[in-house]
């Protein structure tokens, strides 16, 4: 059993539903990252996404990009990614990470490492899934096998226009959850509909058998709250960038666990 297959699993037997904050890697300072992460994990996260930084962001809305901008300038790539998992690894082996991106860094790993080398170096350094935003199903089962050799789960996308075809192929290849896209538009946007969510889940469920969670759009306890209420796992991002990046270095940890324990407490109430 995996990582998020047990996190999930146990959750479910506590009644509980999953927190999966968001955070893009090097973002605002190339070494705050790790400490960022235990923060996370001591405020009750049950899933870390670790965002690795890209130039051409298609999903990312502007907050999500700004952060990717800077991260790159401090010169962050796959590499130093996959150190900083390392890095989170020395004090938590129990909570899983998640890296979320593109294909490109991916296969540029892959280039300037040797042939599947992301997929092996990733699971050395302790990553438990990917979340590639571009790969769609039909056209990543080798890399899906290539993951699934090395222990990690290929975690995919769903959105408001997903056909039942669509759902299908994703159910077929996906493991650890599936990512319900809440909205149709790009991370941070404001304008989630929680009743078009709760519509829309069961039919996803249909499909796919495996944990749903729902991000883009949930930006406090209310929200976070009322996807709960329907979805196995909340993932907040855009707000939880803007948690850290509004104070300064010496508070941005403390900052960000008093954000996510607020929404820990408002997804078990």
Avoid: W
């Avoid at 249909?206 to 883009?216: A, M, T, W």
């Amino acid at each position: 059993m995996s990582r998020i297959e047990g996190t999930f699993a146990r959750l479910r037997a506590q009644g509980r539903k999953a927190l999966v904050p968001y955070i893009t890697a090097g973002f605002p300072f190339a070494d705050i990252t790790p400490s960022l992460m235990h923060a996370m994990v001591e405020a009750g996260a049950d899933v870390i996404e670790l965002g690795v930084p890209f130039s051409d962001p298609m999903a990312d809305g502007p907050v999500v990009q700004r952060a990717g901008e800077v991260a790159l300038k401090l010169g962050i790539g796959t590499a130093q990614v996959l150190e900083m998992v390392r890095e989170f690894r020395r004090n938590d082996t129990a909570t899983p990470v998640v890296l979320m991106g593109y294909a490109n860094p991916v296969e540029r790993y892959d280039l300037n490492h040797g042939q599947d080398a992301f997929a092996r170096d990733a699971a050395s350094a302790g990553v438990d899934g990917v979340l590639i935003v571009d790969y769609p199903p039909e056209e990543c089962e080798d890399f899906a096998a290539k993951l699934r050799a090395n222990g990690l789960d290929l975690i995919f996308l769903l959105a408001p226009t997903s056909t039942e075809a669509r759902m299908r192929q994703v159910a077929r290849i996906a493991s650890g959850y599936v990512y319900y896209v809440s909205l149709k538009g790009v991370t941070g946007a404001g304008h989630l509909d929680t009743a078009a969510v709760e519509q829309a889940l069961p039919r996803i469920r249909e499909h796919v058998k495996i944990p749903l969670g729902v991000g883009f759009g949930i930006r406090d306890a209310s929200s976070a709250k009322a996807i709960g209420r329907v979805a196995d796992a909340v993932v907040i991002g855009s707000k939880v960038i803007q948690v850290v990046e509004a104070e300064p270095r010496e508070r941005m940890a403390q900052a960000l666990a008093e954000f996510l324990r607020g929404i820990r407490a408002a997804l078990d109430s």
